[in-house]
């Protein structure tokens, strides 16, 4: 969700999905994804906020938050360090809390400006806290945070914007976590677009009940100033 680029500028986005459907139930959901950013050529600033609400026939489907604060500071030209932090909740996945921090670096793989590719290497402390449906509902646990991203934009209209994550733990290998979060951008009018985002998690030691694989598409318009 970096915007790229090398001016001193405060950039941003908003973008708000709802709908209402009424059949044999009533169905109501709601998005709500912002983040704001500061760039100064030499640091980065950077928070996120993304909120998903889903309810029918009184019940939740989905009920989750996260809120990021990273911080990137240049190195090289192709190298940063970042540090950050992160507090989310879910609870259709039984997770009442869960905070992140790391750090670690950044290394840009391409300098092509249509064509972004990046690795990042991370080391994060995790404390999680699962419902009262875990007996053992507290967990603490130093993971890696490998990530792999591309932005692309072959067009003026379209871009293609990519991040994957490998998260394991570093006492145990085999408890890992998979994230990958693909958006597709058609450009509408100014600054208004048209967004698609795929986003698939697998967890390997889930919460009991809960599957190992879980995925989502949502479709919506995205404003940017």
Known sequence: ????????????????????VKNKNQIFKIANKAHIQY???????????????????????????????????RVTE?????????????????????????????FKLSSNDNYRFYLGTLIMYEIEQASAIESNAIHRNVRGSTYFSFSMYPTESLGIISTSYYQPRLDAFKDYRLSSTTSILL???????????????????????IPK?????????????
């Open 187 to 209: 450009k509408i009018w100014e600054n208004l677009a048209f967004k698609t985002t795929f986003t698939y998690n697998f967890d390997a030691y889930p919460v009991v009940t």
């Open 213 to 225: 694989a879980q995925y989502e598409l949502t479709n919506g318009l995205l404003y940017t100033f």
């Open 78 to 106: 192709t190298i940063k360090m970042e540090a950050f932090i992160q507090a989310q909740y879910d609870a259709i996945s039984e997770i009442d809390f869960r905070g992140l921090i790391g750090a670690g670096p950044r």
């Open 1 to 20: 969700m970096r915007k790229q680029s090398d001016s001193a500028k405060w950039t941003g986005s908003l973008s708000l999905d709802a709908s209402i």
């Open 39 to 73: 760039n100064n050529y030499r640091e980065l600033w950077l928070f996120i906020n993304d909120l998903k609400f889903e309810k029918a026939a009184g019940e939740s489907f989905v009920n989750k938050g996260t809120q990021h604060l990273r911080y990137n500071h």
